[in-house]
């Protein structure tokens, strides 16, 4: 089971969450559940400030020491909450020893950055990874105030990563021998493990992350290393929705999905789960299952080998907004092997993420999608790659287009199903949306759709849903 930061966000929430392990602990006599969770709410962005303020000339220590003291009453004040009026009084003091020292450790480090003038990616992960040192230690205390043996443990421990600082990858087998000496025993005693998300460790034990918003990814990690039946995402939706329920009202909860649909939403941004979480679940067939906090009868949506099939063909569609739309193009490019592979290998050496990919199959011109702050960048790299081209008029252009979206409509049910494309493209024709470019993956899970990010965005999403999936109901 999985908390995410806004589940912790203060003791209150907290107290709710031990109550929810609580309840799962009760379930059945010989399964106990094993917890991780994120920082409380804000911490980590305090985390990243107090250690960018530690770099700032003279009067930085000073400043970033008085904002480890505001984190350190933060959490105390939350920890007073929840042992307040528990028996408890022994591990309290213990949970006080644990605090201080990690606080202790804190301001050590954000010294050493403040004296050397420098800020890693190595050390800004051993600062980012407190918040959830601190948070764990806070919800074994809640749990055991509630007369529930828990013990909280730093995934430093047990989950093994590469050293990529601040996009660790985990190692799955070295994680899965390290879960059964360090979780596995302690969750057979009936002792809920309350692990850190986030973060992990190198064969060498030093500290790594795994990118924003990687608890997610943590649980699935963990979840897998130690043979869970489920994997249990709680977050404050009720599962994944057929849509942004912002732009488009009629959207629901979906009950089910299969991993590669939820994959596929995942990515094209419904940001209910990191996308990389669905990775080590499918690895070790562990089904994954999304709940709401604060409406924990609701079932949420069980994501799994394969889902029900779907009463539609378009389970969902999501948009990714603020997104640009790079294109090479020439007459020249038309039957020249290896303009594809020069053009994406530019892009990788730049760091340049593309979203989303189309080519005409005249070959005179290439499109892809990319974030629209790698733009300048993006450029650069091609006009670059291809220097001696656009001086032969063989590449005519290397162009951008800002201000675009991908609309991606995602559904298992349209495998095979003939006429998918052409409802999507009429709904978005009576709308008068226009359609700047479109991809479907041969997978035939999803089909998308580059538009004008403006309110054609919110018009297509609705009626997209409207075509499919209300239509459906
Ligand atoms: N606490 C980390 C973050 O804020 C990880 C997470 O919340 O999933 O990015
Ligand atoms: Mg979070």
């Known amino acids: 089971m999985k908390f995410g930061g806004s589940s912790l966000a203060d003791a209150g929430r907290i107290r709710r969450v031990a109550d929810l392990v609580r309840h799962a602990a009760g379930q059945a006599p010989r399964e106990t559940p094993v ?40 959490h105390e004040r939350a920890l007073d909450a929840l042992c307040e009026g528990a028996a408890t009084e022994d591990s309290r003091g213990e949970v006080d020893v644990r605090l201080a020292a990690y606080f202790a450790e804190l301001r050590d480090i954000v010294i050493g950055v403040s004296l050397l003038g420098e800020l890693s990616p190595r050390s800004l992960d051993a600062i980012a990874a407190y918040g959830e040192k601190f948070s764990t230690l806070l919800v074994a205390a809640a749990l055991r105030a509630a007369d529930t043996p828990a013990e909280a443990i730093s995934a430093e421990d047990v989950v093994v990563t590469d050293a990529t600082f601040g996009n660790a990858m985990p190692d799955m087998a070295a994680t899965t021998r390290r879960a059964a000496e360090r979780v596995v025993p302690l969750a057979r005693r009936g002792v809920v493990p309350i692990a850190t ?45 057929s849509a942004d329920p912002r732009l488009v009202p009629a959207a629901r909860s979906l ?3 299969s991993y590669a649909e939820a994959a596929e939403l995942a990515y094209f941004g419904s940001r209910v789960i990191h996308p990389r979480t669905i990775v080590p679940a499918v690895a070790a067939g562990v089904p994954l299952r999304i709940k709401n906090t604060f409406h924990p009868a609701h079932p949420g949506t069980l994501i799994a080998t394969t889902s029900a099939p779907g009463s539609g063909a378009v389970k ?10 790079v294109t090479v193009e020439g007459l020249g490019m038309l039957g020249v092997p ?16 593309v979203l989303m990919i189309s080519q005409a199959s005249s070959e005179s011109n290439i499109a892809m999608v990319i974030a629209r702050r790698e733009v300048a960048a993006a450029t650069r790299a091609l006009r670059e790659a291809f220097a001696l ?13 800002e201000g675009v979206a991908i609309l991606t409509a995602v559904g298992g049910g349209m495998r095979g199903t003939p006429g998918v494309a052409g409802r999507l493209f009429g709904a978005l024709g009576r709308v008068g949306v226009n359609v700047i470019a479109i991809a479907q993956g041969s997978s035939e899970l999803s089909i998308s759709c580059v538009v004008r990010d403006d309110h054609a965005v919110e018009d297509a999403l609705r009626a997209i849903h409207h075509e499919f999936v209300e239509g459906a109901l």
């Open 35 to 74: 917890v991780v969770v994120s920082a409380m709410g804000g911490v980590t962005d305090r985390l990243f400030t107090l250690a960018r303020t530690a770099l700032a000339g003279r009067t930085g220590q000073g400043a970033a020491l008085e904002q480890v003291d505001e984190l350190r009453r933060h």
């Open 197 to 241: 998300g986030y973060i992990g460790a190198t064969p060498d034990g030093i500290t790594t992350t795994l990118g924003r918003n990687g608890s997610d990814y943590s649980a699935a990690i963990v979840g897998a290393a130690v043979g869970a039946q489920e994997i249990w995402i709680w977050t404050d939706v009720d599962g994944v929705m």
């Open 255 to 257: 009950p089910d999905l």
């Open 316 to 325: 969902a569609v999501t948009a990714i907004r603020d997104l640009a739309l």
């Open 338 to 353: 290896g303009i594809a592979g020069r053009t994406f290998g530019a892009l990788a050496t730049a760091g340049v993420n």
């Open 389 to 401: 081209e656009l001086h032969r008029h063989e590449v005519d252009a290397i162009r951008a287009q």
